[in-house]
């Protein structure tokens, strides 16, 4: 079955630097376009980076832009998330997320989620 497993959170001071794993199984990692999502206490879930399957041009939201990294090893069925320059509103529970081909149908997952808190 697919699974999304996310580590590497924690707490960490402002200006900080943390870095995401998120580790895939169950489906055709190197077909497939992987994505980081976070959720701030009271407010919705963000889409943060989308990067292709073969890792070329990602997608960033502003916020983000300049401070954070993704990237993936095809090889190790990983997805990373480089957070740096962080600020006390980057605070919230990071998402894995696959939008997975399986038969004729695409289906969403998600991983169980990482906490990030910055902070001083």
């Known amino acids: 079955q697919v699974q999304l497993v996310e580590s590497g959170g924690g707490l960490v001071q402002p200006g900080g630097s943390l870095r995401l794993s998120c580790a895939a199984s169950g489906f055709t990692f190197s077909s497939t376009a992987m994505s980081w999502y976070r959720q701030a206490p009271g407010k919705g879930r963000e889409l943060v980076a989308t990067i292709p399957s073969t890792g070329g041009s990602t997608n960033y939201a502003d916020s983000v832009k300049g401070r954070f990294t993704c990237s993936r090893d095809n090889a190790k069925n990983t997805v990373y998330l480089q957070m740096n320059s962080l600020k006390p509103e980057d605070t919230g529970v990071y998402y894995c997320?696959?939008?997975?081909?399986?038969?004729?149908?695409?289906?969403?997952?998600w991983g169980q989620g990482t906490q990030v808190t910055v902070s001083s």
């Open positions: 997320y696959a939008r997975v081909r399986i038969s004729i149908g695409y289906y969403n997952y």
